[in-house]
T-cell receptor, first 115, second 114 residues
Framework: DGGITQSPKYLFRKEGQNVTLSCEQNLNHDAMYWYRQDPGQGLRLIYYSQIVNDFQKGDIAEGYSVSREKKESFPLTVTSAQKNPTAFYLC??????????????FGPGTRLLVL | GNSVTQMEGPVTLSEEAFLTINCTYTATGYPSLFWYVQYPGEGLQLLLKATKADDKGSNKGFEATYRKETTSFHLEKGSVQVSDSAVYFCALSDRAGGSYIPTFGRGTSLIVHP
């Protein structure tokens, strides 16, 4: 079955630690996205990528980094510079970035908690 | 810039009641409009979409009509079920500007009681 997988489901971070969230898709989609979800705030865009080896900052990129070395993979690193990382993180993909009719497909999410 | 405004939740209904969740938008171009649903502990999934004015999207008994004159895309269902309990997100994507980035509303929680 085609889809998006995220791992782990839960992740615990210690102070000063960098952690990496995995996102993999087998939908052959060009565009991928990372969102942060906090209670009552909806989804906020962290980073997005239109194509391999290219990515752009979203609205809240500070304290996060990404890479796009393969079409199917778009890992997100939460660095120690992100002072309030506790949230639900959602990865998504779409066939292309250029079309306004494109549906986004979401992974099941990773919940990050700070110890 | 673009924005999406949804009614505050939670919306609490009894089973078989009529549902309306209001959504209005602001966009610089001519957007496509979407409703996504998020069940507890899961990611979002597309519920329905409309790509031009007066289009009606529909799925699983839910409907929404793209109203350009009122910049609205309200979600409706004639008879809700307990299994419809979830958070519903209105979203738009806009052709104007250099790139297309979806904009989401804050979400509206729906609770349906037996």
């Amino acid at each position: 079955d085609g889809g998006i997988t995220q791992s782990p489901k839960y992740l615990f971070r210690k102070e000063g630690q960098n952690v990496t969230l995995s996102c993999e898709q087998n939908l052959n989609h060009d565009a991928m996205y990372w969102y942060r979800q906090d209670p009552g705030q909806g989804l906020r865009l962290i980073y997005y990528s239109q194509i391999v080896n290219d990515f752009q900052k979203g609205d809240i990129a500070e304290g996060y980094s990404v890479s796009r070395e393969k079409k199917e993979s778009f890992p997100l690193t939460v660095t120690s510079a992100q002072k309030n990382p506790t949230a639900f993180y959602l990865c998504a993909s779409s066939l292309a970035l250029a079309g306004t009719t494109e549906t986004q497909y979401f992974g099941p999410g990773t919940r990050l908690l700070v110890l | 810039g673009n924005s999406v405004t949804q009614m505050e939740g939670p919306v609490t209904l009894s089973e078989e009641a009529f549902l309306t969740i209001n959504c209005t938008y602001t966009a610089t171009g001519y957007p496509s409009l979407f409703w996504y649903v998020q069940y507890p502990g899961e990611g979002l999934q597309l519920l329905l979409k409309a790509t031009k004015a007066d289009d009606k999207g529909s799925n699983k008994g839910f409907e929404a009509t793209y109203r350009k004159e009122t910049t609205s895309f309200h979600l409706e269902k004639g008879s809700v079920q307990v299994s419809d309990s979830a958070v519903y997100f209105c979203a738009l994507s806009d052709r104007a500007g250099g790139s297309y980035i979806p904009t989401f509303g804050r979400g509206t929680s729906l609770i349906v009681h037996p």
